[in-house]
Structure formats: C-alpha cells, structure tokens
C-alpha cells in the first residue's frame, strides 16, 4: 500500500493521471481515531472485510473525523476541548493543512462537508460569551476560515448534513464550558438542548424536548436517505435517566424511544442501518449496544461488549468497535484483538 501510495504521488506531481479518489485510497469504508500502547494517537482506514489499510499519526487525541465528499481527504478532529484539526492526505499519509480555532473558541470534535465538497462546517465553543458556533472553511483554499454563523444554542457536539442538498442538523447539547474549568459542565440547572436546522445559514427549524427532559444533553446524529433525523443523548440529571434515544422529522415532534436494558445515562455513538429501518446505540459506561426499530420506535435487543462506543451501518449489519481493540460486525464476524484502543467513533466513507 505504501508503493501504491508513492507511486500516486509521483504521478499526481507530473499531471499525468486524473484527480484521485477515495479507491486510491485503498477503498476505506470506515475511519476511527485510536491510541496506541506508547501513548501516541492515530487516524486509521479501515476496510469493508475490518482490515486495517492505514494508520495516520495524530498529535493529540481524536474524536471523529469529517470524510470529503470525492477527494481522498479526511478532516480528523481533536477531543472536545481541542483546537486542532488535521486534512490528511489519505493516499500519502500527509497533513495538507492545519486548523486552527480562533481565540476564544475551541472545537467539539465534530465536523461535515457541504454537497459539493467546497466547505467544511465545524461545531466550535464561543466560551468567552456562552454560545455555539457554526465554523465555515473553504476546501479549495486550503482550508482557510472564510465565515461562521450562530448553532442556535450552547455546546453544538455534532452535526450532521441532510441528504440531496445543504441543509444542516446540529445536535446543540446545551451543556455550557470552558477551557478554564477542563471538562468541567457549568450551566446544568439552566441548560436547554436543542436540534437546530440550517439552510443558508439561517435556522429554519428548532425542536426541543419537553421541560422535564431539560438535563437531557442532545449528542450524537445519524441521518436517514430520507431525512429522518436519530439521536443519542446524555442525561445530566439526577436520579434514572428518561429516554436517551429519539427520531425526529422536519415540522414534526420528537418520538422518544424507550429502551429496557440502563445504558447509564450515556450514548456514546449512534447509527441508522442503510434502510432506515433499525437504529444502533452505543454506551461505552453500560458495556451495551442497544437495537431499535426505526419503523415502529420500539426497542429491540442489547449485545454486551467492554468499553464499545464507535458504530456505523454496513450493507447489511452493523460495525462497532471498543476501547479494547474490538472491530467487528453485530452479526458476529470479530477482528482479533488489536493494540488498538479505539476511540468514541466510527465514521462511515
């Protein structure tokens, strides 16, 4: 692969072959930041089979990454509260660019490109007033900072891109930060989650939940071909947690998905299967995968497995992984034990 990868190179500084895609990449299907046993951190690409095709160094820890749409590009994002953000060069391994996030901010680890693939859209913390930011980068400028606009609450975690166009979904948790106080959540008594929608960045639609699920931090985001909206949530209440599980559609009201098994108040990851028929959650604080189905909002079954956060769809079953090193389909197909510790998620190319 690193032949291969040399090979690309030499040939892309002569002009002589068409603009790379992802299949000269090797053909990931999925990314996933990992630790190493040294302490170091890394990107990885990984196969449709769960075969390891690279590993990328990071600088810090990662938390997901953003896949450009065509190019061989992957945007790795540090661990909230991080300020950095690295486009790797997937066919070479290189860092093409840097991010950086402007004074007073800093990034949620999560981020999403447009249709087209010319902007990059990152969640960010505005901690000197409080409030969510929406980050925008040119791709065809080397990512350079060319806007940014209001997430419509406090704490945006994730965000995620509606199919056929450019509307945006962002899961605004509403749990308040700042680097001064580490991880440290300062706004629980008056925090208000939200789902926001953007469409020429401007809000086009908020839902929130009902008053008694305040404490309810909305986290992670899969979005259906149709446009139906999952979420995960982590409950920052006292006492048992309410529903961590919803699905909501544009003009619509929430449906809050009841489970039976206590994931700890924690989702850690979440994913739709390719028909939109049945939900996958992780809690890495549970040890559980719980299933749903989608169709109906009724709770299906659980898999226990150490320490599982990362999960993404497959053509046809799901793949998780776990800080233990685990990559494997919930159908049954495990990869041996890896000196791997994956880390919160798996992003599907």
Same mark, same amino acid.
């Given at each position: ?164 166009? !450019?509307?945006?979904? %962002? *899961?605004?948790?509403?749990? =308040?930060?700042?680097?001064? &106080? /580490?991880?440290?959540? +300062? ?119 150490? !320490?599982?956060?990362? %999960? *993404?769809?497959?053509?046809? =079953?799901?793949?998780?992984? &776990? /800080?233990?090193?685990? +990559? ?22």
């Amino acid at each position: 692969m690193t032949n291969r990868r040399h090979f690309i190179a030499g040939m892309l500084a002569t002009g002589l072959v068409p603009a790379p895609t992802w299949a000269d990449a090797g053909g990931p299907a999925y990314l996933a930041a990992a630790g190493l046993s040294d302490g170091s951190f890394v990107l990885c690409g990984i196969d449709a089979a769960l075969e390891v095709l690279f590993q990328l160094p990071l600088p810090g820890r990662g938390h997901a990454a953003a896949a450009h749409p065509s190019k061989p590009q992957a945007v790795a994002f540090a661990r909230r509260p991080g300020n950095f953000a690295l486009v790797i060069d997937c066919i070479t391994g290189r860092v093409t660019a840097t991010l950086h996030a402007p004074q007073g901010r800093h990034f949620y680890g999560h981020g999403v490109f447009s249709a087209d693939g010319s902007l990059l859209y990152t969640t960010e913390n505005d901690y000197a007033n409080g409030i969510g930011r929406i980050g925008v980068w040119d791709a065809a400028l080397d990512y350079v900072r060319v806007d940014e606009f209001a997430s419509g609450g406090v704490g945006p975690h994730d965000i995620k891109r509606l199919p056929g166009g !450019d509307t945006l979904v %962002v *899961a605004n948790g509403g749990i =308040d930060t700042h680097p001064d &106080s /580490g991880r440290a959540k +300062l706004n629980i008594p008056t925090m208000r989650p939200n789902l926001t929608y953007i469409n020429g960045r401007r809000i086009s639609e908020q839902v929130e939940l009902p008053p008694e699920m305040h404490r309810n931090s909305i986290r992670h985001l899969a979005v259906g071909s149709d446009g139906q909206v999952a979420f995960g949530m982590q409950w920052q209440g006292d006492g048992d947690a309410p529903a961590l599980v919803a699905l909501h559609r544009q003009g619509s009201a929430p449906l809050l998905l009841e489970a039976a098994e206590d994931m700890h108040g924690y989702i850690g990851s979440i994913a739709l299967s390719d028909d939109g028929a049945e939900i996958a959650v992780t809690s890495p604080r549970a040890g559980l995968v719980q299933m749903f189905d989608a169709t109906r909002a009724t709770y299906g079954r659980s898999i226990a497995l150490t !320490d599982v956060c990362g %999960v *993404a769809a497959a053509s046809d =079953d799901f793949i998780v992984t &776990s /800080g233990t090193g685990i +990559l494997q389909r919930l159908s049954g197909r495990r990869t041996p034990e890896r000196p791997l510790m994956w880390d919160n998620h798996l992003v599907r190319l």
